[in-house]
Nanobody, 128 residues
């Protein structure tokens, strides 16, 4: 069982930066897919960034060039560096993880169905 805990959310002005962290525990596997999702008020949850243990990454077009996903293998922490934030980035941000049973292929993905484990979320509010 994997436990995930997000931190680092808060309020920031448009154009500013914020770094989210997600501490993972409970898995000894070196193979994984992890992702960041967000849900704005009145909207569905959307995937915005994904990374696997080989450090391959994938981004939603709206955050590409502004957000960077990374993973510290030694500390088992997932990060989301958010630069040049915009009011439309305001949302609850969630990290998610999947430990694949088939290690011959470790996918990326921005789809919710790919992930079995979820954190509780951290709020990001961007003011104009």
């Amino acid at each position: 069982q994997v436990q995930l805990q997000e931190s680092g959310g808060g309020s920031v002005q448009a154009g500013g930066s914020l770094r989210l962290s997600c501490t993972a525990s409970g898995s000894a596997s070196k193979y994984f897919t992890m992702g960041w999702f967000r849900q704005a008020p009145g909207k569905g949850r959307e995937g915005i960034a994904s990374i696997n243990n080989y450090d391959f990454t994938e981004y939603k077009e709206s955050v590409k060039g502004r957000f960077t996903i990374s993973h510290d293998n030694a500390k088992n922490i997932l990060y989301l560096q958010m630069n040049n934030v915009k009011p439309e980035d305001t949302a609850m941000y969630y990290c998610a993880a999947e430990v694949p049973s088939d290690t011959s292929y470790i996918p990326l993905g921005l789809e919710e169905w790919r992930y079995s484990y979820w954190g509780q979320g951290t709020q990001v509010t961007v003011s104009s």
